[in-house]
């Protein structure tokens, strides 16, 4: 029973951790703050393609600026520096044309009452991710 106790309070510690919290709980809580926005503005849920957007433009800023800014990411990143970022600029492509189709299907049936509920959390947990990874490049040094 103590050694469960003990792994419990060893979880709760790395779940707690300040790594933790910059990489998932930030993230998490932009999300958060971004739906209590829109629906205390009467906002419809969107799929989050401004975020995916500003992720292209990051990713995009960052390969174009790579020999000024190598020594400032990561260090894990440092010898994949190009190819980490020409992969994330594709994901971030990849979810913003996604998350524009589903913005569009948003709007095109509003009038039926349909919600395409998993396709929007999917874009969501993308923002999160897309999101907690920009953190990890850019701060976790």
């Known amino acids: 029973m103590h050694i469960s106790l003990q792994l419990l309070l060893d979880i709760m510690r790395r779940l707690l951790s300040p790594t933790v919290f910059i990489y ?8 958060v703050v971004s739906w209590v926005a829109q629906t205390s503005f009467s906002l419809h849920l969107n799929s ?19 020999s000024t800014l190598t ?11 190009s190819q980490v970022f020409a992969l994330a600029l594709l ?9 524009t189709n589903v913005q569009a299907m948003i709007y095109k049936r509003r009038t039926r009452g349909y919600y395409p509920y998993l396709r929007v959390t999917l874009c969501w ?15 976790g040094s």
């Open 24 to 31: 998932v709980a930030i993230p998490l809580g932009v999300m």
């Open 71 to 81: 020594a400032k990411i990561n260090p894990n990143f440092g010898p994949f520096y």
């Open 48 to 66: 989050g393609g401004d975020i995916f957007a500003f992720a292209l433009g990051l990713d995009l800023t960052l390969l174009l600026q790579q």
């Open 91 to 99: 994901v971030s492509i990849g979810f913003l044309i996604y998350a």
């Open 125 to 139: 947990a993308g923002c999160i991710a897309v999101i907690g990874f920009h953190l990890y490049a850019l701060l």
